[in-house]
């Protein structure tokens, strides 16, 4: 797979908690990090303008489960958790926080890639991008909490979180084509809130992907750099 991966960490942009890094795959190398949305997008836009494929991971919550409509009490699994979330679900108060954030977020920035990419197929289905030289940028999700918290890094916690998140989305890529998601909303239905997200931002996505998983990876603890000890 030679593709650049960039992993996002969702926060205020005003209070300096958002951060991004890059890395370039199959070797996954760090290639950039920063603070603010316009570069992370850059960052991506470089590799899908010189016809390289692309992956954007959010630390957010960028799907939610919903309950069967046809059944009248199914209202009673309204926010419960998605299976493998454990005891930090999406709907708990960081959360439903950090959901609300991240989908602002993302909606910025891919509105910003169709413009700095035009024509940019999308997915959120990791089969689709690997099946084919259309879509050129796979959408997912990245959950770096409990025991995938990151060692800080001399860059901060939040640089931290998006290079982990980078990291875990390049590695499972790179193991399989298909790979498997760490969290599903079954047995209720997905509502995918990177597909809505990209089709409100008019990129090309198919519509079926509004009704499908957003592919969820748990990131490893990224290792103390030497340098980062002295700081």
């Known amino acids: 797979m030679d593709a650049r991966v960039v992993g996002v960490d969702v926060g205020s942009v005003s209070l300096g908690r958002f951060a991004w890094a890059a890395v370039d795959a199959p070797l996954p190398a760090l290639v950039g990090q920063g603070t603010d949305p316009e570069a992370a997008v850059r960052a991506l836009t470089a590799a899908l303008v010189s016809g390289r494929p692309a992956a ?41 926080g950090v959901l609300a954030t991240g989908l602002a977020q993302a909606a910025w920035m891919l509105a910003r890639l169709a413009l700095l990419a035009p024509g940019t197929a ?35 916690p939040h640089a931290a979180d998006a290079e982990a998140a980078a990291r875990a989305l390049a590695e499972r890529l790179q193991a399989s084509a298909a790979p498997e998601s760490d969290v599903r909303c079954a047995p209720h239905h997905p509502f995918n809130l990177l597909a809505s997200a990209a089709m409100w931002a008019g990129l090309d ?27």
């Open 56 to 96: 954007l991971a959010l630390e957010a919550p960028m799907s939610v489960p919903v309950p069967d409509a046809d059944r009248a009490d199914a209202w009673q699994a309204l926010g419960r958790a998605r299976g493998g979330e454990g005891n930090r679900p999406w709907s708990a108060g960081a959360g439903a």
């Open 122 to 156: 999308v997915t959120t289905q990791p089969d689709r991008w690997a099946a084919a030289h259309e879509p050129r940028l796979l959408l997912a999700e990245a959950l770096v909490s409990g025991a995938g918290k990151p060692v800080p890094s001399a860059a901060g």
């Open 205 to 231: 996505l198919s519509r079926d992907e509004l009704h499908l998983d957003v592919l969820v990876v748990r990131a490893r603890p990224v290792p103390l750099r030497p340098d980062a000890s002295r700081g």
